[in-house]
T-cell receptor, first 114, second 118 residues
């Protein structure tokens, strides 16, 4: 079964810390992997998309890496700020069977306190 | 449009009534997905459209749930005889199908419809 797991479920850090959020997936034959941010009561905002042929993507203070062989992706947030507080979701697309449907992890709830 | 648009943003309905939720995807996006997010839960896949056809309906929780898409654009998710357990945020996403090495591009989500069944 193709599953996505995110650890930790919740994280609280002081402002300024560099932090790493983890996403692991079964079945390394992924199509792509996407990181999202969700603020309370809101929809999902796309942060970074990594194709299966890529190893990392960067946007501002965010860096996402992909290691298919170990079934892992990490989202690195540099110099965290209170405005980064949100739930971070990882979604994986597998192409097997032609489904291409993003499967989501349960998310990591991040609080950055001043 | 500039983004994925969902309406209504909030819906309160009485148990047993039917509801319709609407999703307007980004113009030109051929793939459309419906998900459900219950309080404290992850995103639960409901149904996927490619154009007007739904190759995967495996996530629909019961036959009270149905969805259609017309003109390769707007999609409607209908819940008949709503139950309290249907209360959740219903999210719609779209992506541009593109053949070749990179296949599908990233998925973009709407703000969701918060459904409350009382």
């Amino acid at each position: 079964k193709q599953e996505v797991t995110q650890i930790p479920a919740a994280l609280s850090v002081p402002e300024g810390e560099n932090l790493v959020l983890n996403c692991s997936f079964t079945d390394s034959a992924i199509y792509n992997l996407q990181w999202f941010r969700q603020d309370p009561g809101k929809g999902l905002t796309s942060l970074l998309l990594i194709q299966s042929s890529q190893r990392e993507q960067t946007s501002g203070r965010l860096n996402a890496s992909l290691d298919k062989s170990s079934g892992r992706s990490t989202l690195y947030i540099a110099a965290s700020q209170p405005g980064d507080s949100a739930t971070y979701l990882c979604a994986v697309k597998w192409g097997s069977g032609g489904s291409y449907i993003p499967t989501f992890g349960r998310g990591t709830s991040l609080i950055v306190h001043p | 449009g500039a983004g994925v648009s969902q309406s209504p943003s909030n819906k309160v309905t009485e148990k047993g009534k039917d509801v319709e939720l609407r999703c307007d995807p980004i113009s030109g996006h051929t793939a459309l997905y419906w998900y459900r997010q219950s309080l404290g839960q992850g995103l639960e896949f409901l149904i996927y459209f490619q154009g007007n056809s739904a190759p995967d309906k495996s996530g629909l929780p019961s036959d009270r749930f149905s969805a259609e898409r017309t003109g390769g654009s707007v999609s409607t998710l209908t819940i008949q005889r709503t139950q309290q357990e249907d209360s959740a945020v219903y999210l719609c996403a779209s992506s541009l199908r593109r053949t070749g090495m990179f296949g599908y591009t990233e998925a973009f989500f709407g703000q969701g419809t918060r459904l409350t069944v009382v």
